[in-house]
């Protein structure tokens, strides 16, 4: 069958589905009898009254289209329930397998600790939206992490990224770009302007130093140093990373808890 005929029929299979299979055989059976029946009582009527009384003339206007009807339309009805059958797999196929690309695509492009996005989904997401408009980055990093896995172990470490990145979550607006870029390496991309970003990092310092984080009976002390750059539209994003991580080590090198920028 020419894939253009069987396309057709599918769209048709897909179309007699939804009015149900059983309504397409009723409506080519009985439409053809009402017909005929219409036609040969009203010919009996004006040109041969009689017919009306013999059986077989009164039975056949009706019995015969009814038959006919439905052996020709009974291949039909097999053929295109079997379609529509093959029609609803394809469909069921066609979502599972969209599902499991959604799936290996979030796998892809998430952080599996953090479940914030990764450095990969950063790139091609901020490239995209510096396209569009001017972005502020910020590098963020962890203060004295190395101390933490060192002295209370790896899942006190992986605790306390988890609590970072949540109280980045939430604390900036929801259309910002956050990614965890490695390590105890944040990355953001905002719309807002530097200062605006700055007196929000430096807010959460101070929730940090204020009181210490208290992971599975822990005291952590920890806090935030930073590095921010503007980024003009279809300016680079490479550069921008290059020019925050500089302003980040800056702030490192200055006693950390800080951040850093060109204003």
């Not at 995209?128 to 933490?148: A, C, N, P, Y």
């Not at 700055?198 to 929730?207: H, V």
Request: glycine share 6%; hydrophobic share 45%.
């Amino acid at each position: 069958m020419p894939d253009s005929n069987r396309t057709h029929l599918i769209e048709k299979a897909r179309r007699i589905a939804q009015y149900s299979l059983l309504g397409y055989l009723l409506r080519a059976t009985l439409l053809p009898t009402l017909l005929s029946a219409v036609l040969c009582y009203g010919f009996y009527l004006l040109w041969a009254p009689g017919c009306f009384n013999i059986p077989v003339a009164t039975v056949l206007p009706v019995l015969v289209p009814l038959l006919i009807s439905v052996v020709i339309s009974l291949p039909h009805y097999r053929l295109f329930k079997t379609l529509a059958d093959e029609h609803a797999t394809l469909e069921r196929e066609v979502h599972r397998r969209r599902s499991l690309e959604h799936d290996l695509r979030l796998q892809a492009n998430t952080d599996t600790l953090t479940g914030l996005s990764n450095r990969r989904a950063f790139f091609e997401e901020g490239v995209r939206r510096l396209r569009d408009e001017s972005q502020t980055l910020v590098i963020i990093d962890l203060d004295f992490f190395k101390q933490v896995n060192d002295r209370f172990g790896h899942d006190i470490g992986d605790h306390v990224l988890v609590y970072i990145a949540r109280m980045l979550s939430d604390h900036f607006e929801p259309e910002a770009l956050l990614a965890r870029m490695g390590g105890e390496e944040f990355a953001l991309l905002s719309g807002l302007k530097e200062k605006e970003l700055i007196e929000q990092i430096q807010f959460l310092n101070g929730m940090l130093t204020g009181e210490p984080l208290i992971v599975l009976g822990r005291k952590i002390n920890t806090s935030l140093s930073a590095g921010i750059v503007s980024i003009n539209q279809n300016g680079s994003l490479q550069e921008g990373i290059i020019a925050a991580d500089t302003y980040l080590y800056k702030a490192k090198a200055n006693g950390r808890c800080q951040v850093q920028s060109a204003i």
